[in-house]
C-alpha cells in the first residue's frame, strides 16, 4: 500500500487567488504531479468541474479561525510500556492490537512482516527502532461489544489529560 502525503487546505482559491473566508464552501481536487499528487483548491463560484486528469475530488468547509481541539496522546514511551505490559494478557490482545495500529499510525512501529501461527490466526512482526526490538502481535480484532470499551480505555489511560489546539 502506498502512502501520499496531501497537504493541507490553502484556504486560496487557485483560479482567483482570493482568500477563502471561514464558513465558506470550496472544492479540492487531487491531481497527479510528476511522481507527486497535488492539491487544488477552488471557491464554490470558480468551481468549474473536476479536470480530467483529477484522481478526487470533494466539497468542504473551510474551518472557522476558532481554535479546534485535540487531545494531547502520553509520550510514545509511555504508550511503548503499556504496549508492552499487555503481551503477557491473552485477555487483552485485542487492545494490544489496536494499540499497535496506533503505534504504526504514529510511525512509533514499523510493519516487517505478516505471518500465521499454528492456530492460523494472523501475526505481525513490528520493528521498533527506537528499544531496537521485534514485537509479535497476534492480530485479533475486538468485537463490537469490545470496541467501545477499549476505546473508552485507552482514551483515559493513555492521554495526559490535556487538550491543545489543533494546527
Known amino acids: 500500500m502506498m502512502e501520499y502525503d496531501i497537504q ?26 510528476g511522481i507527486q499528487i ?23 468547509y473551510v474551518p472557522g479561525k476558532q481554535p479546534h481541539h485535540r487531545l494531547v496522546w502520553a509520550p510514545n514511551d509511555v504508550l511503548l ?3 508492552e505490559q499487555l503481551e503477557n494478557q491473552p485477555t487483552e490482545w485485542d487492545k494490544r492490537y489496536i494499540l499497535a ?20 490466526e494472523e501475526v ?10 521485534t514485537y509479535r502481535v497476534v492480530a485479533v480484532l475486538p468485537g463490537p461489544e469490545r470496541v467501545s470499551a477499549i476505546q473508552e ?3 483515559g489511560l493513555l492521554s495526559n489529560g490535556t487538550i491543545a489546539p489543533a494546527c
Open 8 to 33: 493541507r487546505c490553502t484556504r486560496h482559491c487557485a483560479a482567483t487567488g482570493r482568500e477563502l473566508q471561514p464558513g465558506e464552501l470550496f472544492y479540492s481536487v487531487l491531481v497527479p504531479d
Open 38 to 60: 497535488r492539491r487544488i483548491d477552488y471557491s464554490a463560484e470558480a468551481w468549474q468541474g473536476a479536470p480530467s486528469e483529477a484522481i478526487a475530488w470533494w466539497k468542504s
Open 81 to 83: 510500556d503499556y504496549f
Open 101 to 120: 495500529l496506533l503505534l504504526l499510525r504514529r510511525r512509533v512501529l514499523r510493519l516487517e512482516d505478516s505471518t500465521r501461527n499454528e492456530q492460523g
Open 124 to 133: 505481525l512482526l513490528l520493528q521498533c527502532p527506537r528499544r531496537e526490538t
Open 153 to 155: 480505555e485507552l482514551m
